[in-house]
């Protein structure tokens, strides 16, 4: 992986980490999330004229995936509602690749040691955030449970685009349409229960819908780029590097207190993560 690669990718976790800030900070309601959806919709529309359109095939899995993503900017509004972005993005993120990995289990694929190494080494940073969590107030408790529930909505997505993007024959065409069907999905829900709060909040503060959109965007089209570049197992697990950020600005920019249970939490989920897309 060249430095120039390593880079990118290196951009694309900040920028990941990035728009969950937005919406950690404006958290009140579920409107910053709708606005970020909204921002990457449009952005991306504007680019399918310059991209392959997908296979008739794999539009079932748009469909299908664009309901479920629904479903995750839901539970992430929700999440971030009352939850730390310390406590909540490391589980979110960093348990997301192990239930994907255990579904291909049940499905008959097989997992070698060192795989089984780097769940194991999730799996004893969730039970650290559960412990920090279980000295803590009943709102860190359920953040716990909804941070996992989105995990899973997440796993689930991955495992649908991941079969939806082998059948287009057009990646970026696929994400593209991904991004601008889920954005009608999400808009269309929330616009008739508060389309004056979403309008208000887009003239008062563009930054979300515009810059929001645009780090979702290009976040995911960097990694999607550096994927042509370097071998897809490093991307990814570079690419987990957003954990440890999102931490560190939540420590310095929100002033989250982090424990050391919790510092520890956030260690071995980032490096169970990265070893397992590297395993």
């Known amino acids: 992986m060249s430095s120039a690669v390593i880079a990118a990718v290196l951009v694309a976790a900040l920028l990941h980490a990035g728009w969950n800030i937005l919406v950690k900070l404006h958290a009140g309601t579920g409107v910053p999330t709708v606005l970020v959806v909204a921002g990457s919709g449009l952005l991306c529309a504007l680019g399918l004229p310059f991209v ?77 955030v559960f412990a920090d969590a279980a000295r803590g107030a009943r709102t860190a408790r359920r953040t716990t449970v909804l941070a996992l529930a989105t995990a899973c909505v997440i796993a689930l997505y991955t495992l649908i685009d991941g079969a939806g993007v082998r059948r287009s024959g057009a990646p970026a065409g696929y994400t593209m349409w991904l991004f601008v069907v889920t954005a009608c999905v999400v808009v269309a829900l929330a616009w ?57 600005i939540a420590v310095l920019v929100l002033r989250e207190r982090v424990s050391r249970m919790r510092l520890l939490a956030v260690g071995l989920i980032a490096c169970g993560a990265a070893a397992l897309r590297l395993a």
């Open 192 to 248: 008739r229960r508060e389309r004056h709060t979403l309008l208000a909040v887009a003239r008062r503060q563009p930054a979300i819908l515009l810059g929001g959109g645009a780090m979702s965007a290009a976040s995911y089209g960097i990694a999607l780029w550096a994927m042509t570049r370097a071998p897809v197992a490093l991307v990814a697990a570079l690419r987990e590097s957003s954990i440890l950020f999102a931490t560190a």
């Open 52 to 128: 392959a359109a997908p296979d008739p095939a794999s539009w079932p899995f748009i469909a299908a995936s664009a309901l479920v993503q629904t479903l995750y900017y839901t539970l992430l509004a929700a999440t971030y509602r009352g939850g730390e972005l310390s406590h909540a993005y490391p589980l979110m993120r960093g348990c997301a690749p192990p239930i994907v990995a255990l579904a291909g289990v049940f499905a008959g694929e097989q997992l070698g040691a060192a795989q089984w190494l780097a769940l194991g080494l999730i799996c004893g940073g969730v039970l650290a």
